[in-house]
């Protein structure tokens, strides 16, 4: 039960599919969570049940609490916790800001997350030999920016037991030096190794994102994750890898009442066959938290070098070909399994091979087993080729890109293969195709940040000020718009969030800048200066977090 309040005194952007500078109402209530009419003052004054409590925009646009697609709460929020790698230009650098840590924090394992090899002037990651630089008397472990791997001292190799005898496991990468001896790089389904004995273990179903943790660093991880993602004015989510780590965080979150948005889960395929097992063919959950669907992985990380990119080949020594985390076979068993039992897939796919053996896979399931209305997705979805975006809306799949990536590693991209490398992530070619334009963080890849992931894929402007691709891969100002809240609401199956609507929840963001008109250069440096949940205010600019409400 929240109380009345009426707000007006700025532009109220409803985000209605079809026009979104139409209907600019005076006001609008909200009641007992929900929007309960919208118009003139005095009309939603009337409609409600009690004297009102009124909120001056004072000249901020309302708009509904964004949605992002796919995200990563409680990996976004190790990473702010761990040493933040992510500015950093040289491999001296990184050892600079880890010793600082470890100097911090004798004893303790040292964390950093970020880093990225085609951004550092060394062009390489960093080795266990310069990571023995920060300590050898601590473990070190640093993600790569993707999150699809870490670069490890000497002392962190040891204690996971990774030497010369270490197999490498299918869809997984151990770099080593000429005598087999493994020199600190692990990536992808290797990732495995890092997470201890008791660890949550993945297999090759994905990047094993999880680190030896206990149940206190995993709630407080997941709080700021979650706070950084509401401070960014997003209300809605969906988390793109659940596995029992995950999944025990969501839930201890709500049991405290601390779940503070809506969480749509795709859970890891390594957990398909246990949810055939339960009979979990249909939706399940409630308005804050639901099983939504079975996150796949085709393929590795464009950012790191790990994706299949086909004829594009990458990336020289000592980095391999990028690789296929299943075998086409086992690839498609999985999508026709889950898409039998009535279960969504999001399957990351980048390069042009491996979004094609998931189309095939889709469009074979679909055959099989007619289900209509049962979307699938592409996560990410790098470098489809015009036939392949066809495909996609003729099968009515969805791709799930970030578009900011395309401004941080535009230029590494473009200067590694040229135009081709430039059109990642054409969000202009989906929305000429009539596929849906869905804008999302990956966060921790990208930092949450809606209006400026908009401002990414309008303007496809990289770091160093250049256009990558063509200007017909640049999406429309609406698009891009409701990309960050009507489209992948509708993806995740709401009519009831990502636009302001009567009986629609109260979702809601407060911006200093009204989207729809302002100059596109200022929606990338956009403010969010409140973000209500339910109809009450859980974050603002000026107080951070609300304080959790007992007995709600
Ligand atoms: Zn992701």
């Known amino acids: 039960m929240t109380d009345p309040v009426v707000f007006q005194g700025g532009p109220i952007r409803l985000m209605q599919e079809d026009d979104l500078a139409a209907d600019m109402p ?83 394992p040292v964390h950093g997350y970020g880093y990225d090899q085609s951004l550092l002037q060394d062009r390489r990651h960093p080795s266990a030999r310069d990571l023995d630089r920060v300590t050898t008397t601590q473990r070190v472990q640093i993600q790569h920016a993707s999150g699809h791997g870490y670069a490890l001292n000497t002392n962190a190799l040891r204690d996971f037991g990774i030497t010369a005898q270490t197999p490498t496991p299918t869809g997984g990468r151990i770099d080593r030096d000429d005598r087999g001896e493994p020199t600190g790089v692990v990536f992808d389904a290797a990732c495995d190794l890092l997470t201890g004995p008791e660890g949550v273990k993945v297999s090759n179903h994905g990047p094993n994102f999880h680190l030896p943790s206990n149940d206190d660093d995993v709630s407080r991880m997941f709080e700021l994750g979650q706070t950084s993602l509401l401070a960014a004015g997003i209300t809605t989510i969906c988390d793109a890898q ?51 669907g079975v996150k796949v992985y085709a393929d590795g990380s464009v950012i790191a070098r790990t994706a299949y990119l086909g004829a594009h080949g990458c990336c020289g020594d000592p980095t391999p070909s990028g690789y296929l985390y299943h075998e086409p076979a086992e690839l498609q068993q999985l ?177 200093d800048t009204d989207p729809v008109t302002c100059a596109l250069d200022d929606l990338a440096t956009a403010v969010v200066t409140e973000t209500w949940l339910a109809g009450s205010p859980v974050w603002s600019q000026t107080s951070g977090l609300a304080p959790v409400l007992t007995g709600s």
């Open 242 to 292: 659940v596995t029992e780590l995950e999944m025990a965080a969501y839930l201890q979150a709500r049991d405290s009442g601390r779940l503070r948005m809506r969480a749509h889960l795709m859970l890891l395929s390594n957990k398909l066959e246990h949810l055939k097992a339960l009979g979990l063919t249909s939706r399940l959950g409630d308005d804050f938290l639901e099983l939504y």
């Open 335 to 511: 999508i026709t399994t889950a898409h039998a039992m009535g279960l969504r897939t999001g399957t990351h796919a980048q390069g042009d091979v491996p979004i094609g053996l998931v189309l095939d896979a889709i469009e074979r399931a679909r055959a099989t087993h007619p289900r209509p209305g049962l979307v699938h997705r592409i996560e990410h979805c790098g470098f489809p080729t015009d036939q392949q975006v066809g495909a996609m809306a003729r099968l009515g799949v969805v791709p799930v890109p970030q578009p900011m990536q395309v401004h941080l590693y535009g230029d590494s991209l473009i200067e590694e293969f040229g135009d081709w490398g430039g059109s990642f992530y054409p969000y202009g070619t989906f929305e000429q195709a009539g596929v849906p334009v869905v804008i999302s963080s990956d966060a921790p890849v990208t930092s949450p940040g809606p209006l400026r992931a908009a401002w990414a894929a309008i303007s496809r402007q990289t770091a160093a000020g250049d256009v990558a691709g063509s200007p017909r891969q640049q999406a429309s100002r609406p698009a891009a718009l409701r990309g960050i809240t009507a489209a992948p609401a509708k993806l995740l199956g709401r009519s009831d969030v990502g636009r302001l609507v009567a009986g629609g929840q109260a979702d809601l963001v407060l911006a």
């Open 26 to 108: 005076d006001a609008l209530l909200v009641e007992d969570g929900l929007i309960r009419a919208i118009g003139t003052f005095d009309d939603v004054r009337r409609a409600a049940t009690g004297a009102p409590r009124q909120v001056d925009l004072d000249g901020r646009t309302l708009l509904p609490g964004f949605v992002d697609a796919h995200t990563h709460t409680l990996l976004h929020g190790s990473g702010l916790e761990w040493v933040d790698l992510s500015d950093v230009k040289t491999v001296d650098d990184i050892v600079d800001r880890l010793s600082r840590r470890a100097a911090e924090r004798p004893g303790s």
